[in-house]
């Protein structure tokens, strides 16, 4: 092999030639802004184009913006949900490799089905099994997938024209969710924070009931479900429950599943055969 072969080899391509000897210019795959000359050392760094800068500033926007709805639209138990992600889920066996990978190929069918192909994705299991952390996981990996945002249709003068919005997706623990509903009737302040969380819950492109089923089981609380599921019929939702398919029909009724199950082939992951990691954590 000749010595641009070892280059493209150890990933270099070449890329012009150089203005101060005219030998063959390189660049690291990885790095196509940085060029070198292997015959007389000279380098350049080549400078983002206007419109590249102006991409990378408008991508920081809608990400911003993205992350600041989910902050200021949702209602957790510990802010250490917002940390949970593919990158720090670290699968122990087999099991928990084919959870990741499931929730993988869902999250990017999730991004690419944005706008018009709604998605209600169950993850079922026991405590501590990693539910909530792959639900909050499937939101970043959509959220990274889609560029943070979706083209929306709008009247630009005397047309209509594709815009990139940020996408709007929020969080909401189901119980802590129902408690605050039962604040807010006597405390101002909480039925304020109940209308901005409530309203997102139903209006957001993506929308993670954390811990269905966790509540005491009353009338109120299922009527609660009932109505959302009424206006969230066709909207992508992550559930995350303890409870089995029977027991949430039980619960919830027939109504309410039957639209959840609506768009839900395909999209159950069970967490069955899983350990509990907040046991493994202690040491149990
Ligand atoms: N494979 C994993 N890699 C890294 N951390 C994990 C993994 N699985 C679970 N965890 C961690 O274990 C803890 C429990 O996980 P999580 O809260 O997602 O469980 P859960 O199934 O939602 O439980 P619950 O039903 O009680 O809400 C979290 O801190 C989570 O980050
Ligand atoms: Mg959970």
Redesign the pocket.
Known sequence: MDISGLKTRFGFLQSGTCPQCGAPLYHPKTCPHVHGCFECGYTSIATKSQEERLREIQLQNRKDEALNYLRNTSCFGSP?VFN?NFG?????DEK?AQVRNKALNMADKLAKGIKNDPMHIFLQ??????????AMAMMYEVLHESDYSKAVKKRVGDKYEYKQTPLAVTFVNWSRFMTLKQESIRDDDKASQFTLINTSLQTADIAII??LGKESNNDWYFQTFDELMEIREDQHIII?T?LEGEDLIKRYGDRSMSRLRKHARGNFIS?AGIQD??ML?EGK
Do not use: L, Q, V
Not at 88 to 92: A, E, G, L
């Open positions: 250490k949970y720090n889920y670290s699968p122990i928990e299991g026991g405590t501590g099994r990693g539910k909530t952390h792959i954390d811990d995350t303890n967490f990691h907040r954590k």
